[in-house]
Every structure is written in structure tokens, then in C-alpha cells.
């Protein structure tokens, strides 16, 4: 019985390991093309990226900058995780404040935060009309000032920004000597173990 117990319990802290760190996959894609599946899409293929690009960072990789001008790995963690939270915040329909309120300072739970704001961003535009998404607004708030702009530049800002700088912490951990792990393919969104 005691092994019983024991076995539930690490299997569902391990269930609870995976849920607290997604991405590790792309789902299967859905049957239709709509505009929520398709900007859900664009998100899971952030996470997936981002996922394998954080995944065991060293403390060399996060002070890491290649010029003494450019941003950190730890820095482009940061911005990052206010593009999730954008994503997030805008699938919400609620404003993101500048400066942003709390950003954890332990990598591990901003790599964590980061892929979580991903995650319900992602299931918020799940099954969304075209409609829908022409409703949000990506909406910032500076000093008690909000400024508002079309669903369009979700897109081309902090989606296609987070990307690019997701494909930045790949090249700086490669030039660390910490690549990130063998068998990832973004095509497929799946990784050989």
C-alpha cells in the first residue's frame, strides 16, 4: 500500500512538473484554419521555441551579452517575458502597464512565468472568430494614460519581437558552448528524446 501511495505521488508531482513548464511539444494541429487557430498557432510555435531556448541555462549563458552595448541573455529573458505578457494581456483584453509591475528575478520562474503567459494566451485564442480578435485591442497604460492599438499588432510586435529574440538566446547559448538540446525541430514542433 505504501508503494501504491508512494507511486501516486510522483506521478502526480510529476503531472504537475510538466503542467507547470509547457511546451515541450507543439499540439496537433486543428482541422480548420480560423484566425484564433492560427494566432494560437503562431504561439505555440513561440513556446515551443522559447521553451528549448531557456531550458538549462547556465549562469555564464544568463550574464552572457556579445557587446558590452547589448542586452544580457538574462536581459532578453526580462523583455521577453513582457512580450508574454503583452500576448497574454491582450487575449485577456486588458491593458499592460508600463513599467511592468513584478518581474521574477530567479530564471527559473521567469522562464516558467514567461511559458505560462504563452500557455493561457494560447487557449484564449483558441476557437476565436475573426470577429473576436478584430475586438481586442493590444492596449498599453503608462502613468494612468492608455494607448490602444488594432489586434494587427500583435503580430508584428510582441509576437514576431518574442521570435526574434527567442532565436537570439539560441545564438548566445551556442556561442556560451551550451546548444540547445539535439533532436529539437521547430518544423515538426516535436523533440527526439
Not at 505578457?85 to 512565468?113: C, E, W
Not at 492608455?146 to 537570439?168: E, K, M, R, V
Not at 558552448?177 to 528524446?193: A, L, Y
Request: with cysteine; charged share 20%; hydrophobic share 35%.
Amino acid at each position: 500500500m505504501r508503494y501504491l501511495f508512494l507511486f501516486c505521488f510522483l506521478y502526480t508531482f510529476s503531472t504537475m512538473a510538466q503542467d507547470k513548464i509547457p511546451f515541450e511539444s507543439i499540439p496537433e494541429a486543428p482541422e480548420e484554419m480560423s484566425s484564433g487557430a492560427i494566432i494560437t498557432r503562431m504561439i505555440q510555435g513561440l513556446g515551443y521555441r522559447y521553451h528549448w531556448a531557456s531550458k538549462d541555462l547556465r549562469e555564464e549563458d544568463l550574464v552572457y551579452r556579445p557587446t558590452p552595448e547589448a542586452a544580457s541573455t538574462q536581459e532578453t529573458l526580462v523583455h521577453l517575458y513582457g512580450l508574454a505578457q503583452t500576448v497574454f494581456n491582450t487575449a485577456s483584453g486588458v491593458p499592460s502597464k508600463r513599467p511592468i509591475d513584478h518581474i521574477p528575478a530567479d530564471y527559473m520562474d521567469l522562464r516558467a512565468g514567461t511559458l505560462d503567459y504563452l500557455k493561457q494566451a494560447s487557449a484564449l485564442f483558441t476557437g476565436k472568430n475573426a470577429d473576436e480578435i478584430a475586438a481586442l485591442s493590444v492596449t498599453f497604460e503608462r502613468s494612468g494614460e492608455q494607448y490602444p492599438f488594432s489586434a494587427w499588432h500583435l503580430l508584428n510586435g510582441p509576437l514576431a519581437d518574442a521570435i526574434y529574440h527567442t532565436g537570439q538566446l539560441v545564438s548566445f547559448r551556442r556561442t556560451t558552448g551550451n546548444p540547445i538540446q539535439k533532436g529539437v525541430n521547430v518544423f515538426t514542433g516535436k523533440t527526439k528524446q
